[in-house]
Structures are given as structure tokens and as C-alpha cells.
């Protein structure tokens, strides 16, 4: 059974930082693609940020600059460092684990989701 566990989430002010877990079982974690996507009320939900199985990334041009994501596959789990934080940032935050090598920010190469955390900035 696949199972992503995300932690991390909270209340914070802009500017702040937050650091996001996903915790991987039950899967090919080496293989393929890790994403973080969010969806804030009323919202799609986003591709955050992506990054394949060789360590390649991508990030959705409103993140660029402030997140990162890294994965470290001794633990299997991949991260999502957060810097600057703004409002426009809140939104409930979801670990995928994909059908993919490369870091595709596409909902559909993405087989599994984790529960989400929640990241709430005020101004």
C-alpha cells in the first residue's frame, strides 16, 4: 500500500519561512518524480514545484527564487523549503509521487497524493 505523509504546514507571517515533509512507503520512490502541488480555496490545483528521479527540477514561475524541493532518497522523502512567504502562498499543500522520471508539474503523471498540509501566511 502507497502511502505519502506530509508534515510541516502552519501559521506563519509574510516573509517567513516553512520547511514541508512527505514521507514515501510502498512505492518505487527511486524511480520516479516527486511534486508538491496546492490548492487554495476556490482554486485549481498547482503544480508547486517538481523534481525527477535524476535530481532535476522544476518550479511554477510564482515560486521561483523562494521554494525549493529536494529529495533524500536514503530516507525516502522529498522536501519543499519554503523562504519569503507571502499570502498569495496559502493554500492547502499536497505531496504526489509520479508515473514519471522527470519532474513533470502535470496533476495527471501523478498517481499518488498524500492527505495535504495546510500553509497559512498573513500579511
Known amino acids: 500500500q502507497v502511502q505519502l505523509v506530509e508534515s510541516g504546514g502552519g501559521s506563519v507571517q509574510s516573509g517567513e519561512s516553512l520547511r514541508l515533509s512527505c514521507a514515501v512507503s510502498?512505492?518505487?520512490?527511486?524511480?520516479?518524480?516527486m511534486a508538491w502541488f496546492r490548492q487554495a480555496p476556490g482554486k485549481e490545483r498547482e503544480g508547486v514545484a517538481a523534481?525527477?528521479?535524476?535530481?532535476?527540477?522544476r518550479y511554477a514561475d510564482s515560486v521561483k527564487g523562494r521554494f525549493t524541493i529536494s529529495r533524500d532518497n536514503t530516507k525516502a522523502s522529498v522536501y519543499l523549503q519554503m523562504n519569503s512567504l507571502k499570502p498569495e502562498d496559502t493554500a492547502m499543500y499536497y505531496c504526489?509521487?509520479?508515473?514519471?522520471?522527470?519532474?513533470?508539474?502535470?496533476?495527471?503523471?501523478?498517481?499518488?497524493w498524500g492527505q495535504g498540509t495546510q500553509v497559512t501566511v498573513s500579511s
Open positions: 504526489a509521487a509520479g508515473g514519471v522520471s522527470y519532474p513533470s508539474r502535470r496533476q495527471s503523471d501523478y498517481n499518488y
Open positions: 510502498g512505492y518505487d520512490y527511486y524511480s520516479y518524480s
Open positions: 523534481i525527477g528521479s535524476a535530481r532535476t527540477v
